[in-house]
């Protein structure tokens, strides 16, 4: 099965939202929300990124970058991006479609000459794309292990990761 990872377009936005919500319904970290985070992201004109895996004329994956504030001892650290929600549908996983889709959003990230991200997730997945669980950063309330980040330039900030509101939920 063949799948292209492209930019969302506007047609895509509900399929997107069915993915996503397809792709949390038996486990969520944010009250299933997932869906409704990327549209007030997307309203708020904070969607960095928004990349649509297409497979066989369906929205099958999605992957959502937006930037992130850190507030370090004297000032706010630009240049930095959250990697996420990341979805697949069910039906689509285990075939390398997030693989793609988070291999793109960096690559698209470090052409746009981003500092770097971060991501909140599970170390085992997000490991092998360079990750690393540096507690320089961290976020509040989220336990250290699940805290990875990715610095695209030389220098790591020390400070607290702010996303977006729309994370608030």
Request: charged share 25%; hydrophobic share 40%; aromatic share 6%.
């Amino acid at each position: 099965m063949r799948t292209c990872i492209r930019p969302e377009e506007t047609k895509d936005i509900q399929a997107i939202r069915d993915t996503i919500q397809a792709a949390f319904a038996a486990k969520s970290h944010l009250a299933h929300q997932e869906s409704r985070i990327v549209d007030k992201l997307r309203e708020s004109g904070d969607l960095t990124l928004s990349l649509a895996a297409d497979g066989e004329d369906a929205i099958v994956g999605h992957v959502a970058v937006s930037p992130v504030r850190i507030e370090g001892q004297d000032h706010h650290i630009q240049g930095w991006y959250g990697l996420g929600p990341m979805a697949v549908h069910p039906g689509w996983q285990r075939q390398g479609i997030g693989t793609a889709l988070v291999e793109q959003a960096l690559k698209t990230l470090r052409d746009q000459a981003a500092s770097g991200c971060v991501v909140l997730g599970r170390p085992e997945l997000y490991t092998r794309f360079g990750f690393s669980r540096d507690h320089s950063l961290r976020v509040e309330g989220v336990p250290k292990r699940f805290t990875m980040v990715l610095p695209m330039k030389e220098s790591m900030p020390i400070g607290i990761v702010k996303y977006h509101e729309a994370f608030n939920v």
